[in-house]
């Protein structure tokens, strides 16, 4: 499935935008064809007379300045008592420095590249022709098929110069933002290089609505556009005595409906509780030596509880909220895997957690010289794979939470009984999961409600894969009339800083949900909450599909909500 770090404002798209179809839309920055923004917007006067009047500025502000700090010198005067007169010219001088810089000194560099670039790209049309053939293993012979591109959609001339010098590699794509210094023109720009490059319509693809700036350097590079993703809401959810409607982005229908009946068998027996049993971020450098046995000293080293306080003061300048908890070995032959484990505040971690790790190879390289680092991650953190190592040890924040669903509910409410329930779950879940030797996934579908919520929330969507291992377990209590019903989540990876969760849309999911941003009060205590919202979602879910699957309302249920009557070919033409 596409992921996107932010979906539009619902008033923005009916659907999907056209491409660039609109020159107005593109800022004109000059009016010389560059890719580049000109120093003429500086002043709105001729290019010649701006340069004049800063090379002027520039040169009778420096004499100024020059002349009045001379005057202090002889009447020793100390030179950083300044009148009003004397700032207004340092800052005339760094203005004019700064526009004479940007006007000469990048414009010359850029120039340069360009010319570079225009030099490895000039190839003739039988270069051109011989590559293709290479690349798409086309016999020389025969001649390639090219596709139409489509219709031009960049009336302005400058932006037209700049697509022309993206599609015949003179600019880099990459480098768009930095060159022009607009994020929303150059994601216009890439856009459209990319529909002639590729001969394939990007229509559909929403371009505008949405801050590209907000992702500079963080979430996404080189965009060309944004997936929608309907987010719904399912609740509310009562747990540990509070009440939490829960974003979900999800295409797939009934999964919100089937959370929120959940909620409601939840909210009707008296809500649910949960516990954090555990809140740690790993990474696992791997090193090598030359022998096994020089490998082993450092793993004695590392696990002795002497050196554990040196090390963690080490670990823990890389960050004020990082707090090293522990370190644990494991040996291949002469390699050995580290597994750093720490707590990380209201941040998911991994950055902080690997600058840990970075400051204590470093220091370890002193009393292990020969020690030779392999990789800054082993894989034997685990990060975004399934692994027993996640599922025994935990990663992240581990959660258990916990319901008793009444009798009356469970079959008013979610129409079935607690006998059927029971059986069902020891009979899929566990055995079923057994044999099919399932790695943490002793449940029905956590990872559908973990992954909407991720995506919802701004987290990392690959991190579904650890964070979804998740054991339910059902038991009828009470003299058998009720449902006692579990899950035991030991990796949900989330955090409420950093990456996507800056994002207004996302921002604002974790706001709906009274998590956004970093506590104040009690570092890390946002984090943790998003963790047992997400199992206590987890267990909505859980309890609402293993419900239909007793009551066989499963396929009925999607063949009722989850099919579209719509005619998607004629949509789609």
């Known amino acids: 499935m596409d992921i996107h770090r932010r979906p539009p404002p619902p008033t923005v798209h009916d659907g999907g935008a056209a491409p660039i179809r609109?020159?107005?839309?593109?800022?004109?920055?000059?009016?010389?064809?560059?890719?580049?923004?000109?120093?003429?917007?500086?002043?709105p006067v001729p290019l010649y007379l701006t340069n004049a009047i800063f090379f002027t500025l520039f040169f009778s502000v420096a004499y100024y300045l020059l002349h009045r700090w001379r005057d202090k010198i002889r009447s020793s005067t100390p030179l950083h008592v300044v009148t009003l007169s004397e700032i207004a010219a340092i800052v005339s001088l760094i203005a004019s420095f700064i526009y004479l810089l940007g006007f000469f000194?990048?414009?010359?560099?850029?120039?340069?590249?360009?010319?570079?670039?225009?030099?490895?790209?000039?190839?003739?049309?039988?270069?051109?022709?011989?590559?293709?053939?290479?690349?798409?293993?086309?016999?020389?012979?025969?001649?390639?098929?090219?596709?139409?591109?489509?219709?031009?959609?960049?009336?302005?001339?400058?932006?037209?110069?700049?697509?022309?010098?993206?599609?015949?590699?003179?600019?880099?794509s990459y480098a768009l933002e930095s060159r022009l210094g607009d994020c929303s023109r150059a994601a216009a720009i890439r856009r459209e290089a990319l529909q002639r490059t590729t001969g394939r319509s990007l229509e559909g693809l929403p371009l505008e609505g949405f801050d590209y700036e907000s992702i500079l350097g963080q979430c996404c590079e080189m965009p060309v556009g944004y997936v929608q993703i309907p987010v719904g809401v399912a609740g509310p959810l009562l747990l540990d005595g509070f009440e939490y409607t829960v974003p979900m982005a999800t295409t797939e229908?009934?999964?919100?409906?089937?959370t929120n009946r959940g909620c409601k068998a939840i909210y009707a027996s008296g809500g649910a509780s949960s516990v954090v049993l555990r809140d740690a971020m790993s990474r696992a450098p791997v090193v090598r030596f030359s022998t096994a046995k020089r490998a082993a000293q450092l793993k004695f080293f590392l696990e002795d509880p002497l050196n554990f306080d040196t090390l963690a003061v080490i670990f823990n300048r890389s960050s004020r909220f990082?707090?090293?908890?522990g370190i644990k070995c494991a040996m291949a032959g002469k390699n050995v895997y580290l597994r750093f484990t720490c707590s990380t505040g209201d941040a998911m971690g991994m950055n902080m957690v690997s600058k840990g790790?970075?400051?204590?190879?470093?220091?370890?390289?002193?009393?292990?010289?020969?020690?030779?680092?392999?990789?800054?991650?082993?894989?034997?953190?685990?990060?975004?794979k399934p692994a027993a190592v996640n599922w025994i040890e935990g990663r992240g924040k581990s959660v258990v939470c916990e319901a008793i669903i009444k009798e009356e509910v469970v079959e008013k409410v979610l129409k079935t009984n607690v006998a059927a329930l029971v059986e069902l779950n020891m009979?899929?879940?566990?055995?079923?999961?057994?044999?099919?030797?399932?790695?943490?996934?002793?449940?029905?579908?956590?990872?559908?409600?973990?992954?909407a919520i991720f995506i919802a929330t701004g987290q990392d969507p690959a991190q579904n894969v650890e964070s979804s291992h998740c054991i339910t377990m059902m038991e009828a209590v009470n003299d058998g009339r009720d449902l006692h019903i579990s899950v035991t989540m030991p990796s949900i990876e989330v955090g409420t800083v950093g990456g996507g969760t800056q994002l207004a849309s996302q921002s604002a999911c974790l706001n709906l949900l009274g998590v956004k941003g970093a506590s104040k009060e009690s570092p890390g205590s946002n984090s943790r909450l998003l963790a047992t919202i997400v199992a206590g979602s987890v267990?909505?879910?859980?309890?609402?599909?293993?419900?239909?699957?007793?009551?066989?309302?499963?396929?009925?249920?999607?063949?009722?909500?989850?099919?579209?009557?719509?005619?998607?070919?004629?949509i789609s033409s």
Request: net charge negative.
């Open 22 to 43: 609109h020159p107005h839309r593109l800022k004109r920055h000059s009016s010389v064809p560059s890719p580049t923004p000109k120093a003429s917007d500086a002043l």
């Open 105 to 172: 000194g990048i414009d010359f560099v850029q120039s340069f590249i360009a010319r570079a670039s225009h030099d490895v790209w000039d190839l003739d049309e039988a270069d051109v022709v011989a590559v293709a053939d290479q690349r798409l293993d086309f016999p020389v012979d025969q001649p390639v098929p090219r596709l139409a591109p489509p219709e031009p959609s960049i009336s302005s001339e400058e932006d037209e110069e700049i697509v022309k010098s993206v599609v015949e590699g003179a600019t880099p």
């Open 253 to 258: 229908g009934c999964l919100v409906a089937s």
């Open 322 to 325: 990082a707090r090293l908890q």
């Open 357 to 384: 790790v970075q400051n204590v190879i470093d220091f370890l390289q002193n009393d292990f010289p020969d020690m030779d680092v392999i990789g800054i991650s082993g894989n034997y953190c685990s990060d975004k």
């Open 427 to 451: 009979l899929k879940n566990l055995a079923g999961s057994a044999i099919a030797g399932a790695l943490g996934g002793y449940n029905a579908h956590a990872s559908n409600i973990v992954s």
């Open 539 to 570: 267990l909505a879910g859980e309890l609402s599909l293993m419900s239909a699957i007793a009551a066989g309302q499963l396929v009925k249920s999607h063949m009722k909500y989850n099919r579209s009557s719509k005619d998607v070919s004629k």
